[in-house]
Structures are given as C-alpha cells and as structure tokens.
C-alpha cells in the first residue's frame, strides 16, 4: 500500500491522517482520461491544456491533483489570478462534506487573497473570484451555511450575466444542489440543479462535471432511478478519476444494484490505490463493503476488513492526529461487518478509536450497544448510551446540526435497546419508533452508503419479538422504500409476512433475496437456507 497522504480532499467526514505524500506518478494531461472541460481564461495561452486539465480533476472531486494543476499553471503563469480561484475552490472540496475544518478556510482564504492581489484581466474571473471568497470570509462571524447561500447568490448573478458560459452554469447547479437541506423531502434544490444539467447534458454530454453533478441531484431516494444513465456513463468518462469511478455507486446504492456498486468500486479502489490516494480508495472500500454484506458476500467482505487492518498496522506512528483508525470508513467498515451479518458479541467488543469528530466515534458506540444489548449486557449498553449521549452534546457545541441529528438517530436508538434489554418492551418500541421519525426527517450523508441499521428495520426486528408480524412487515417494507434489497429487511420482511400467515408475500420476499443473493457464500448466512427452504415447498 501506498504511503498515507493528507485524505481531507475537501471531505470532512473522511479526513485521515498522512504524512504529506503526494499523489505517485500522475498521468500527463494529454493521457489522462477526464472527460472533456474547457474554461476559457485571460491567461497565457500556453496554459490553457494545464487549466482545462485542472479543471477536470476539480469537476470529478480530484482536489489534491487539481490543486497542483493549478499551481502548475500559476508556475508558468504567474498572473494568472483565476488559478487561484481554481485553488480557492478545490480547497473548499466536496460540497457535501459537512461542516468545514479551519484550516480549510484558513487554506481557502489565503487561496482568496493571493486570486485578488494577483487580479483577473476580465471582469467574468473577478466574478468568479468574488463568489468564491464568499465562501471563506467572515467565517468567524457567518456560519457556514450563510456564506453558502451567499455563495449560490453569488453564482446565480454570474450565470444570468454570462449565460453562454458553461462553466457558470455548471456550477451554479452544483451551488443549488450544495444549499439542499436534508430535510426538504420536496427535493426543490435537487430538482432545479437536475432540471440545469438536463440541459446541459444535451449539448455537453462528455463534460465530467454535468454528469457526475447529475448523479449528486438524483441522490435521493425517490429520485434515485434518473440517476441512473448517468450513473452508468459517469465511470466510463472519466476512468482515470478514481473519484468518477465511485461515484455511481451512490446511485447503485440508492436502487439497490449491489453488484453494479461492487464492481464499480473495486475499480475506484484499485485506480485510488495506484494513485496514491487511500482517501478515495477507503471511501470505496466502505460502500464495497456495504454491498458486498448485503448479497451475503462475507468472505468478500472479510477481506477488504483485512485490507483496512493492514493499512491500519502500516500506519506511520508518527502520524499526527487521530490516524487512519480513526477515519469515517475505518470506523464504518468493521461496524458493519459485525452489524450486517448479526453477530452481537463482536459488534459489542469493537474498539473504539479516536476520532477526528464525534459521529465518526459514535458510529462504534451504537453498534457497540446494539450487539451488548442483543447479547444481554445491560450494563454494557448503559455505558455505550451514556458515550453517545456525549458525542451528540459535543455536534451541538460543534454547531453542527447534521450530525447532531445522526447522533441522536443513534443514541435514541441505543437507548431503546437499552429498554429491550431490561425487560421494558413497550418503552423500548416508543423509544425505538421516535428514533425512526427522526430518521425519516434527514437524509444519509454522501460519505456513507447507509446507516448501520435504519431505525425502521430495527423497529421491525423488536416488533418481530414480541410477536406482532404485521405490524413489523409494515416497518420492513418502509424501510425498503428507502432502502432497496437490504438483506435484513428483505429478510424480516419475509420472515413477518410467514409469521402473519401470509404465505405468498413471505415467498415473494424470500425469493428477492435469494435473487439478491445469487452469489452468496455457501451456507453464508442461516437465513438463506431458511428462504429456501420456504421457497422450495
């Protein structure tokens, strides 16, 4: 494995430790397959191939990489102000990461101020440059999602005085999809960003931006089906970003097309690797994971748990920070081995690890108290609520809303299994169905595939238990609106409706998994030799 450099790469949640390496052997821009961007600039027209090659790797979220194009360019040109506008924005990053660290906006502003000493021969890339500052100044006295909204302002002014400039375009579509609030379950953001780069894709269907912009606006679950051409066009565009081949992934996820998501990422994984760039290869290690375990692929599973261990055991003790251990997909991914398959007494005896922020270390703790409370540790449970309870207190210090409220989902839910496991059922279920509406209130983070166990599916389970099928069928089958062929809610679907006598919806469940599960270990898990034997009789 590659030495670990820097992995913030703009996303907060997936910031790991490193020693600074940069990414290994680069293809040049002329063999880099990247999609087709131009960006006209005042600058020397010697650096236009560097600047457009730039800007490609920032459209498919390449920040490190597109950081040093652009450096490259200011190399050759050093009045080329607008590269630092490139700089300012890939310093931002993923639009979607959640609240930004201060060195970010330390990074960015500095980025900012050199783009305005320098100056912009046109008054088009003093715009630009202008819109982007909003998003760094006055942070100390603007929260993050003000200078967003400001920013989005400032890029629709931009579009309406250069409409011709498909650059503009592009990204104000992306500003709108970046403002989207987790709780509009109308989608207006997301539908007005698509509606853009619909048309956009008419006319530019090889820019990288557009279409991998289109799959971020269709990340939702009921939109999730339109994503799919793009989805399917994204990784073949632009092969030589690790980025844009993970990417369809979040729309593989969303239909549940496990093998599509797996075969995607482990092209991601392998081209991330080779570059150098463990941020992105962990990232879809995660969601690889999450596939894998849902076709019952636990031998599959098991050795990209391995992967994560050697990459953590190779670490640099000298690394600053939390480390690798402490990152999203490194915490995420063994949760989810132990989670996903049911095994409690490993998922009660994972190792907490530091964190560089409180919902990466909570994501153990919830799945350390499901499984102590599944395996009849009531103290243990008490313990995992009571850290969780700190983590969520620590997101509202933070200020972070988002992750406050994906803390609470978990500790809410925590708490309900606490309930379970001494002996107060109804309490459980009341406590366990207000952590399911709060789940319905917000969407899943573009740093994870999915939340460990959807309150709903859990809902079901503790229904299951006490006996009432139908009522727990119901839970299943909201679940799996949302999300599509999970095992364990196809699974309890099944096994409710056989409970509740109603034989055919049990057999046409039992049938989706197996489906789901063609290629499945054999003998992986007791509840496929359960589904077929149903469905043999």
Same mark, same amino acid.
Request: proline content about 5%; glycine content about 6%; hydrophobic content about 40%.
């Given at each position: ?56 790797? #920032? ?16 190399? %050759? ?126 006319? !530019? ?74 941020? !992105? ?91 102590? %409370? ?64 709060? !789940? ?73 998994? #197996? ?23």
């Amino acid at each position: 494995m590659k030495t670990l450099r820097l992995l913030l790469a703009g996303i907060t949640a997936l910031t790991l430790a490193s020693n600074g390496s940069a990414i290994s052997q680069p293809l040049s821009p002329a063999d880099e397959k990247l999609g087709k961007v131009h960006f006209a600039t005042s600058c020397a027209a010697g650096v236009a191939q560097e600047f457009d090659h730039a800007m490609a790797l #920032l459209h498919s979220f390449e920040f490190p990489a597109a950081i040093t194009g652009f450096q490259t360019v200011l190399r %050759a040109d050093p009045t080329c102000g607008i590269a630092e506008w490139g700089i300012a924005m890939s310093t931002w990053g993923n639009p979607f990461g959640g609240l930004r660290a201060p060195r970010v906006v330390q990074d960015g502003l500095a980025a900012v101020g050199r783009a305005q000493s320098i100056g912009a021969k046109t008054e088009r890339e003093r715009a630009y440059i202008s819109a982007v500052a909003l998003l760094y100044t006055d942070a100390d006295t603007q929260d993050q999602r003000a200078r967003t909204l400001a920013y989005e302002r400032a890029m629709e002014k931009l579009h309406g005085q250069y409409p011709a400039d498909l650059e503009a375009t592009v990204f104000y579509a992306l500003a709108i999809d970046q403002t989207a609030l987790p709780t509009d379950k109308t989608y207006a953001n997301q539908l007005k960003a698509a509606a853009i780069l619909e048309e956009l894709f008419k006319v !530019e269907p090889d820019h990288p931006g557009v279409t991998h912009y289109l799959i971020h606006s269709y990340d939702v679950p009921p939109l999730a089906p339109r994503g799919l051409p793009y989805a399917r066009r994204y990784a073949d565009l632009a092969p030589d970003a690790p980025h844009a081949l993970h990417m369809p992934a979040h729309t593989f996820t969303r239909v549940g097309s496990w093998q599509e998501s797996i075969d995607t990422n482990i092209r991601s994984h392998d081209a991330a690797m080779v570059r150098g760039d463990s941020g !992105e290869g962990l990232h879809a290690m995660d969601y690889m994971t999450y596939a894998y375990l849902q076709t019952a692929q636990d031998i599959a599973a098991k050795r990209v748990v391995d992967e994560l261990a050697q990459l953590i055991a190779k670490q640099p003790t000298s690394t600053a920070g939390p480390g690798l251990a402490g990152g999203f997909p490194a915490t995420a991914i063994p949760a989810r081995y132990a989670l996903e398959r049911g095994q409690w007494v490993e998922a009660a005896s994972l190792s907490v690890h530091p964190t560089a922020q409180p919902y990466m270390e909570a994501m153990t703790h919830f799945a350390r108290a499901l499984g102590a %409370a599944r395996s009849g540790h009531v103290d243990a449970v008490k313990a995992e609520v009571d850290r969780l309870t700190a983590l969520r207190d620590a997101e509202i210090q933070a200020k972070d809303a988002y992750w406050t409220t994906q803390v609470d989902i978990q500790r809410q839910g925590a708490t309900a299994w606490l309930l379970w496991a001494q002996g107060r059922k109804a309490e459980a279920l009341k406590s366990m169905e207000v952590a399911a509406a709060l !789940e319905d209130t917000t969407e899943k983070s573009a740093v994870t595939p999915g939340p460990l166990a959807p309150a709903h599916e859990l809902l079901g389970d503790m229904l299951l238990e006490v006996k009432q099928p139908a009522r727990a069928l119901k839970e299943y089958e909201f679940s799996l609106k949302k999300e599509p062929n999970r095992f364990r809610s196809v699974y309890g679907a099944g096994h409710a409706a056989e409970m509740a006598g109603a034989k055919q919806t049990a057999h046409t469940y039992y049938a989706q998994l #197996l489906k789901i599960c063609e290629r499945a270990d054999a003998s992986a898990r007791p509840e496929l030799d359960h589904a077929r034997t149903f469905v043999g009789k």
